[in-house]
């Protein structure tokens, strides 16, 4: 008996120590979450929140937008990421990367053990993450995917006891909306949470006695944000604007973009057809219209796959397994904790690209550093954490659809909208990503302007001082 306790310990242990730990850990410790040039100008934005220990009103960084109304409305991601960086540079903010994703993992593997078997529960974990992956970057929604999971485990553990969250709970919509604009999918959770019970429950006095004051101090919650019912509408506003095609996880979800989501979609499909789970109607609901949401946006597909990934195991479950204890938990907590700690010390090298221009940048003369730049979308964060003011950056919505419109235009090298640009803001040098091959060849053949430097991933452009 004691052999077989054994064995029975250790087979848990070790998808535990998989699904929950060695994958987060993992997936947190690659270059690749730092793919994106907005990741510097997140940072950035977090640096200028700690030296002046406000938050800015106006756009402190641009010189097309300068002193025009701006307030980051993921602030406190952007701190925390900062704070980060400040630490151990680019190694801790990989390893709050890699706390935010042990958090998902840790959520959703307990609660799946709940209900299926580990190594199913470890199936599970990789199918989320197949989804995860190519929206895996150390920017302000990866924070918030770890609220995602746990204000879903806090929903699915009400409906347990059969009551709403404690109202103490709604903080968590405060934090989430200072985090970033997913925390209207939040609401919509906890929404759809409290339809569940009033569906399920026969006598409903007690539901919406206590589902509807947890409904209202969740509103409320929200609204406690530096532009109040402003942030709130932020991101249905962003939702609407017109540049969104252009921008690659605001377009729809499709087979060449993504092809492991559809994988992913494909292979549950199978798993119902075959197991014909018994999900509660609004349950299903919510998986619905988040997997349209999906459908219709790249950039929602990671909320589908965490909240699906923490509702399926319950309807799938045909037997009680054995939940996580608080031993196992305790230890998890700790080796995630040691994993971070390690994570941070760690040196992290980023690879050379046009997310990671370093060396490019380091090209340009500091004579020209302050003077009017025409640069690469891609390029414009990390010439704000470099303390350069770029044409445009990463912040597609204070810049409006009439800016990045015209921005296209000059990037797709049309030559009167270079020139109208050329007239209006001056520009004295030009920084670009290699990929930008129409505009490179327009700078080319424009008199007055001359290649400076020039790699792999971008080139340096210079407007000669007899021809401004």
Known sequence: MPEEGGRSAIGSLVPLLIGALLIPVALGSSATIFGDGDVSWHIATGEWILNHRTIPHTDPFSFTWAGKPWVPIEWLAELIEAAAFRLAHYSAVAALVTAALLVVHGLVYSNA?????PWAAVVLVIAMDAVLIPMLLARPHVLAWALVALWTWVMLRARERRRAPPLAAALLMTVWANLHGSFVIGLAIAGAFGLDALVAEKDRKPVLREWVPFGLACAIAVLINPNGLSGVIHPLRMANLGMLPLIDEWKPSSLAVTPYFFGVLALVAVVLVVRRPRMPPVRALLIVG???LALMQVRHQAVFAIVTAMLLPGPLGRTVAEPLNRRAAAMLAGAGALFVAIR???PMQL????ANPWPLIARVPPALRSQPVLNGYSMGGPLILSGIRPFVDG???MYGDAF????????DGDPAAFAAAQKKWGFRWAILPAETTKLIALLDRTPGWRRAYGDAVGVIYVRDATSA
């Open 113 to 117: 053990v709940r209900s299926i078997r």
């Open 404 to 411: 990045i419109f015209n921005y296209k235009r000059i990037s």
């Open 290 to 292: 988040l997997l349209a």
């Open 344 to 346: 941070a010390v760690l």
């Open 351 to 354: 690879p050379y690209n046009g």
């Open 395 to 397: 912040r597609g919505d």
